[in-house]
């Protein structure tokens, strides 16, 4: 059965206190919890998943959106999003981003479970900072610059990429928080500048950022953290492996399908996917090369005391403790299980357990049941068998 490493969770209500217009398709809403003990702390980088209610035939479902503001302000939540409108003929509205924007007003109550998310920032290093965006996935990062701000020294480059000064959000913001401390340096790149954007010098850079210009700007040995849209994080994430920079000092978020890094996709929903940075793991991998794995009964698999048993793929292996989840641990040999999310919240992986427990990193949204698991969140506790 499975078994958890953490509690609360569950949705709570959150009452809008302000609405304010950040662009022209960008919108912030502050929250402020219905209920005394409602608040939540959060790691800048963290998102909350909001319940969209039930629309027509529409069921309610979830929808996650970073946390733009200040960790240290208590009480207090913004969100910042974009309304996403239908690109073309039938093809529909985004569900959470536009009855945000055309139906909740000051005074209304939204219901929130989070926040939740492994995308925040490592404290523990001391290297500079790379905080590079494009379009709206800014967001997270502000509230990340907010916390570098107070809470360290290091070196912090903001680099934010979008059409131009009438879709960008937040501008006044980071340029307020980059004076108030040394070390903080800022650069925007606009894609399509307006003769406004041109006079004011509202910019730095026109185009896209390529790899010359991310050279001049990125600090050496540097932890960067990204977050954006598809075609933007590939092409940025191409360019930073390009350059030499290990996959364990690149941590990022974006709207899409997990792949989007490695293959090509076609335009994602509103729906946002929280990942990692793709974990090595070597003694996996050598059992999933031509050579045919281990039987259960080999020494190797009898010496250790946690093995994974995937029942329909006909494979049982030795638990790797650096696995991040079972999801990953499954990739890693070879084996695709459906997945969405990656962060407890859709139950896509959701997963029969024939037996066993696991504990989770990151608490469900929706509690699979005792005979299931979600192995986009979760480790084993001991020797699991899945029907996988």
Not at 244 to 255: L, Q, S, T
């Amino acid at each position: 059965m499975a078994e958890r490493t953490r509690q609360g969770g569950g949705f709570r209500g959150l009452k809008v206190v302000d609405k304010v217009r950040e662009s022209r398709i960008i919108t912030s809403f502050h929250l402020q919890p219905v209920d005394a003990d409602g608040w939540r702390p959060f790691e800048a980088g963290q998102f909350l998943v909001l319940r969209i209610p039930e629309d027509g035939d529409r069921r309610a479902v979830p929808r996650s959106y970073s946390v733009s503001s200040a960790p240290g302000r208590q009480g207090h939540y913004r969100i910042t999003l974009k309304r996403e409108a239908a690109p073309g003929p039938g093809v529909p509205d985004g569900v959470g981003s536009c009855w945000l924007h055309d139906r909740i007003k000051v005074g209304d109550v939204l219901q929130a479970s989070g926040p939740r998310g492994e995308f925040f920032l490592n404290r523990a290093s001391p290297r500079p900072v790379v905080l590079l965006s494009g379009g709206v996935g800014l967001t997270p990062l502000v509230s990340m610059l907010h916390a570098l701000k107070t809470q360290t020294h290091r070196p912090v480059q903001f680099i934010h990429a979008c059409d131009n000064g009438e879709v960008h959000a937040l501008r006044d913001e980071v340029a307020f928080l980059a004076r108030q401390r040394p070390g903080v340096g800022v650069h925007y790149c606009y894609r399509f500048p307006t003769e406004h954007d041109r006079a004011t010098a509202a910019h730095q850079s026109e185009g896209v950022l390529t790899a010359d210009l991310l050279a001049r700007l990125l600090p050496q040995e540097a932890d960067v953290y990204m977050c954006g849209p598809p075609p933007f994080m590939k092409a940025v994430y191409g360019i930073l492996r390009g350059r030499g920079v290990p996959k364990e000092r690149i941590a990022y978020e974006f709207f899409g399908p997990a792949s989007v890094l490695e293959t090509d996709v076609a335009a994602a929903d509103t729906q946002r996917h929280v990942l990692t940075v793709p974990v090595d793991i070597p003694s996996l991998r050598d059992l999933s090369s031509a050579t045919p794995p281990p039987p259960a009964d080999t020494p190797r698999a009898a010496e250790t005391a946690v093995t994974v048993e995937f029942r329909r793929s006909g494979r049982k292996l030795a638990w790797d403790a650096t696995a991040p989840s079972l999801l990953e641990f499954a990739e890693a040999i070879g084996i695709a299980p459906e997945f969405q999310c990656r962060a407890g919240v859709c139950s896509t992986c959701r997963t029969r357990l024939i037996s066993g427990a696991v504990a989770y990193t990151e608490e469900p949204l929706d509690p699979p049941g005792p005979e299931h698991a979600l192995i986009c969140c979760s480790k084993p506790k001991g020797s699991v068998v899945l029907d996988l």
